[in-house]
């Protein structure tokens, strides 16, 4: 289990688009180029399963930050639904 | 010689410049006319310096480098968001009494992270936005505490940085005039699923203590009891026990006067400003 890599990956999507973009285009390619992340974890942030994540101690600082690069901050009534589904 | 001749802990949620309109136009109003007597008291102080202290949320530093405490020494531009609403620009800043405190804090036993040249986040830029820009005389000294991200800085060392803060002050031979912020909101959760909560009891018994200077219960309050009934936000009240130690004199002892007290849901945040005054030998 690595928390520390999951928060590696939202914080490398922080201000940065084109890792972003190339996460959702082909998210399998862009998540194994982190060594550490395990199977279960990369499934997690490929369902950008923020629930899940705050549960295993991942920063909801981050995981609110990450939500909002990604879908704007018109997402956050997604994200609250997502949190407490 | 220099000294500290005011302080002040006030909120820094960025809601506050992005989204005005999620708060209650009452109490917005409120809460930008404390913001603005802040202003006017920086000018009656004759301030020429403020040490802003904030808190990374995971903005600024990622989990390469969580540092403790960290000094911003040289040139300073922000905020880093575009969302805030804030124009972006140069903030004046004080290089000379910067790396003053960073040598003493190495004197002291306090191994400060170091940044020689920062783009600020909304932590310092919106309390620098809302009471310092356009004053053409004060510079600014940013100071960052892991009281946001994890793991979060200890009260009792919290407290000792704003000790040698006035220490490093007091020792410098200059006439400068400086006041400092603690920044942060009161209760809060952020990116839970409880956020938008806010918890009036906490947020009164945490003022109480501020005014009254109750040093002694604001350091007792662990992780644990914070995060249950102030959540993860609260625990930047940190920045104000750091301010609450630059406001301590060796022989006296700091109260508060709160500003104003907002609890406001659509600003995530029990919103507090409070004026600190220094009391007592020193």
């Given amino acids: ?85 | 010689m220099a000294k500290i001749v005011g302080g002040f802990c006030m909120p820094h949620d960025p809601l506050i410049t992005a989204n005005p309109e999620f708060a209650d136009p009452k109490q917005a109003a409120n809460v930008m006319a404390a913001y603005a007597d802040i202003r006017r008291r920086v000018e009656e102080l004759d301030a020429d310096t403020v040490i802003v202290i904030g808190d990374d949320h995971y903005v600024l530093f990622g989990p390469g480098c969580v540092p403790q405490m960290l000094i911003a020494i040289g040139e300073l531009e922000g905020p880093l968001e575009s969302w805030l609403r804030i124009e972006r620009g140069v903030v004046p800043n004080h290089p000379a009494l910067a790396e003053h405190i960073m040598k003493t804090g190495f004197d002291r036993g306090f191994d400060w992270a170091v940044a020689k040249t920062m783009t600020l986040d909304h932590s310092t830029m919106v309390p620098i936005h809302l009471t310092l820009r356009g004053n053409p005389k004060v510079r600014v000294i940013p100071v960052y505490l892991s009281s946001g991200v994890t793991p979060v800085i200890r009260a009792e060392r919290a407290f000792a940085v704003g000790k040698l803060i006035r220490e490093a002050v007091e020792s410098w031979p200059g006439d400068e005039r400086v006041i400092v912020y603690g920044t942060g909101g009161i209760s809060h959760w952020v990116g839970s699923k409880e956020m938008g909560r806010v918890n009036e009891e906490f947020d009164h018994r945490v003022l109480s203590m501020v005014e009254s200077g109750d040093i002694e219960s604001l350091l007792a309050m662990d992780d644990e009891y914070i995060l249950e009934n102030g959540g993860n936000g609260a625990l930047e009240i940190r920045n104000w026990i750091c301010a609450l130690g630059a406001m301590t004199p060796p022989r006296g002892r700091v109260t508060g006067k709160t500003l104003v007290y907002e609890p406001i849901p659509g600003w995530v945040t029990g919103i507090g400003l409070v004026e600190l005054q220094s009391g007592g030998v020193g």
Avoid: C
């Fill in chain 1, 1 to 85: 289990m690595s928390v520390y890599t999951i928060e590696r990956v939202l914080w490398e999507f922080a201000g940065n688009p084109e890792r972003v973009q190339k996460f959702k285009s082909d998210p399998d390619a862009y998540l194994a180029s982190y060594a550490f992340l395990e199977k279960d974890e990369a499934e997690i942030l490929k369902n950008m399963d923020v629930k899940t994540m705050a549960g295993r101690g991942v920063s909801t600082l981050l995981t609110l930050m990450v939500w909002q690069e990604m879908e704007g901050p018109q997402g956050m009534p997604h994200y609250m639904m997502r949190m407490n589904s």
